[in-house]
């Protein structure tokens, strides 16, 4: 996992009043969680906090696992803030014979082996339990000129793995069904979220069949 990625871009602040094009991402996620809040969830590479955080304000128990220390730290002292430490556990792996019933995260799966991270979430997953993951698109253009711009191409080049057809062939190989991969926003949202016409048209253009495959950003769930 790439060290301190999480903490340069999602601040405290942010994490604790994110931006409105956060928000709906997030929100998506919750839409596919039960309300069932004793369900064992583990939050993937979770940096900071950016999606901890804003489950443990609702209510969920959750595991955080992430291999950067002073990620672990930022998280708890959020989570202290909020006064929801108590439901937070932290980790640097998966326990050993843990069992889950989702494991999500976001911006994490393009700095790992992808298709050896999902035999590794097949495997700590109850029967019938989800993954749910939010990541940037590869066949999305503007991800390589903000890399390139921006970011350190050696520690993003993962995000090749990153398209519609190399996910859903990588979750079938790792024994997920039920796989759904859903677009979320055509064109970048940072300018036109505030807009709810546009957003809404965004996230509409970025479903059609075959423009999905160039959405901004995929979801991924699947079902073991």
Known sequence: MLKNYNLEYYSEEKILNPPLHVRDEINFIFRRLTKDKNKKIVDFGSGGGR???????????????????????????TAT????N?????????PKNGKYDYILGT??????DIGNY??????????????????????????????FLFLDFKKEKGLVQCSYFS??????????????????????????????LLRE?????SNLVFLKLFAFRLFIEAEK
């Not at 108590?86 to 998966?94: A, E, P, R, Y």
């Not at 859903?168 to 709810?196: A, D, Q, T, V």
């Not at 048209?201 to 253009?205: D, G, K, V």
């Open 86 to 94: 108590k439901n937070l556990q932290i980790s640097k792996t998966f």
């Open 167 to 196: 996910l859903e062939r990588r979750l079938k190989k790792s024994g997920f069904s039920n796989i759904k991969i859903s677009g979320f926003n055509l064109f970048p949202p940072y300018f036109i979220s505030k807009i709810k």
């Open 107 to 112: 911006d994490i799966l393009h700095h790992l």
């Open 118 to 147: 999902f035999r590794l979430f097949n495997s700590h997953l109850k029967k019938g339990g989800k993954i749910i993951f939010s990541e940037p698109n590869s066949w999305h253009l503007f991800w390589w000129v903000f890399i």
């Open 51 to 77: 999606l901890t955080i804003p489950l443990l304000k609702n209510g969920y128990k959750i595991t955080a696992i992430d291999i950067d220390k002073k990620s672990q730290e930022q998280l708890l002292k």
């Open 81 to 84: 803030k909020i006064g929801k």
């Open 201 to 205: 048209l965004n996230y509409y253009l």
